[in-house]
């Protein structure tokens, strides 16, 4: 109460002055929008100030000082070249996928990577305890496997200390412009894209937040672009947790990222990236000294990229393709240093209505080869079909080999549908010798219905017998057990009555025994308000946001211990908070968990913290 107070106090006198600023502003033209058409602008318009410029040069005796900051404001306006994401090409069914741009990342009530795919329905998070803990998700029962991870179009294979499944809690969100979402039975994608300023202007962000028992995040970048087609990204994220005895472990995290680009054409370029992080995290060991949370004694991950593109068309139609080099070092001090090299060509060719793509990867560790193609088409209005074809060849004569296809269609009223399925065999771990590929006999319906008020979406799918795999850093949790066939019926909703509140919630339930991992009767649910007090403060420079979210499930087995007997996960309701302001570019935000003190957790035996919180600021300036 006393920081809102003071925040308050702080708060209504520069709203106030800064609201005389007008919303007027000059777009872009035509031209300048077409130099890259596959680049999203996100960005908000800067203001100009109502008076002349000739006034304003008489009214402030120190010109210079205002003629650079009046340069500074139109360089913003100007779009130049910048390297277009690799993602999927071509038009997909809806339904299919997730967007979460940079808006949605930094006012979505997200700490991690894991907390955004937490919106995709049915999916649970193994979270243990607070920041900095793993936070591995479940999807549909396939265990660690059951999400893949793309980095700037190159596959973010595990490596290290887990070579079995990726935590996202682990990606710094600060570094991110961007994360795609794909929603197959039994699998999600996650494309994350790096930050990509595409205008003239060098744009910078800091950001500082604390956390309780003196926990600290340090956030900073730095982004430049030439007309020439040169450009430089520079970032770094540092996370402290400090040890709670009795209650929680240290935990720290120091992470840079450094990009450089150079684009002499539209029609081509080269790219060169590195993200290094060092991840430190002592065990957390239970009441009876056994450990539920693995350590990482000075771990390191070290992600090197190099790229060539080419595309013969600036449209954003016809042909393209991506040379992607990439190796990835990563280990600890107790853990032998893992190296995996791989290069690759990504292509394609799109047209309004059709596209066609594959790759072709060359890894030195664990998959060789893998092979992928795609396609997408429009065949008549309102009507889409997409599939891939996958051959990938692993150590020890293992193969996988499958494909999917997906269709929508458009329907009159707001009303969608859209089919997926998945067919033939997998390997879930290529880096477990004894894991042999599984059948998958995978499909999944969907439907929604959507006005401007209201959205209701309902799923049905179908998962094959599996057997996945358990997640490493969760030492008493030795396996899962082989899940039969499933059912899997989910649903969702959206409710605005009001332009500024929104009611949403998903809810998912597997019908019979639910399998290992995850919980049956499983839902979340959040409303939020927001807005901007344009009444009171017509410029739009203030933004609120209020929400609060709860998330229940009911008792379920979460996996089996060393002796083979069920671990069982009670239920448990946990509620979150956030509270988050805006003037202009810099912003405000407080984001507290476990409200209501829940002692049951996410993982038997690993009690989240009552009443955590974390307070911080964010500010996104020109320079």
Known sequence: MRFALVLALLVVPVVRLLAQVPDSAPSLSDTTRLANPSVLDTLRPFHRDSLGRDSLLHARPDSSQLQRYLAAMAQA????????PIGLE??????????????????????????????????????????????????????????????????????????????????????????????????????????????????SQIAVARGQFNAARVQASLEKRSRAGLGLFLAGDYLDV???????????????MAQGSYLPSPHWGFLLQGIRSKPVRDPLVGQFLDTLVRQIARGNRTDLEARVLWRADTSGLGARADLLVGHTSSGDSLTPAQHVEQIGVIGSYRLPLLSLGGSAFWRSRWTSLDLRGN??????????????????????????????????????????????ARVGRAVAAPALLTDSAQTLRDWQLLGRWQRRWAALEAGFAHTAAFQPQAYQPFAQIVA?????????????????????????????????????????????????????????????????????????????????????????????????????????????????????????????GIVIPARQDEVGIRWAFTN
């Open 375 to 420: 396609g997408a088409w429009i065949p008549i209005d309102r009507v889409t079909v997409s599939g891939e074809a996958v051959f990938q060849r692993h150590e020890g004569g293992r193969s996988s080999a499958w494909l999917g296809v997906r269709g929508g269609v458009q329907l009159p009223q707001g009303l969608s549908v859209s089919a997926s």
């Open 480 to 604: 899962l057990e082989r899940s039969s066939g499933t059912d899997w019926l989910t649903t969702s909703v959206r409710l605005q009555p009001l332009s500024w509140m929104t009611l949403e919630g998903w809810y998912s339930n597997p019908r019979g025994t639910a399998p290992d991992g995850l919980p049956p009767r499983h839902m979340l649910g959040a409303g939020t308000i927001r807005t901007r007090l344009q009444r009171v403060f017509p410029s739009g420079v203030l933004n609120v946001k209020l929400r609060l979210a709860v998330e229940h499930w009911s008792d379920g087995v979460i996996g089996r211990d060393a002796t083979d007997s069920p671990i069982i996960l009670t239920h448990a309701t946990y509620f979150r908070s956030l509270v988050e302001v805006a003037l202009g570019s810099l912003q405000v935000y407080w984001d507290r968990g476990n409200l209501t003190r829940e002692t049951s957790g996410y993982v038997p």
């Open 77 to 84: 306006e100007v779009k130049v070249l910048a390297p277009a």
């Open 242 to 256: 400090p040890t709670v005895t009795g209650l929680r472990p240290r935990y720290s995290n120091a992470q840079v």
């Open 90 to 203: 071509g038009p997909q069914p809806g339904l299919t996928r997730l967007v979460f741009t940079r808006d949605s990342i930094e006012w979505g009530h997200a700490a991690t990577v894991s907390d955004l795919l937490q919106r995709v329905p049915g999916v649970y998070l193994w979270r243990g305890q607070w920041l900095g803990q793993p936070e591995m998700p479940n999807f549909q029962g396939r265990g660690a496997t059951s999400v893949e991870y793309y980095l700037d179009g190159l596959p973010y294979v595990p490596a290290g200390v887990d070579s079995v499944g990726i935590d996202p809690g682990l990606f710094a969100l600060s570094l991110l412009d961007r994360i795609e979402v794909e929603r197959w039975p039994g699998l999600l994608r996650v494309r994350l894209f790096t930050r990509n300023n595409d205008r003239l202007a060098a744009r």
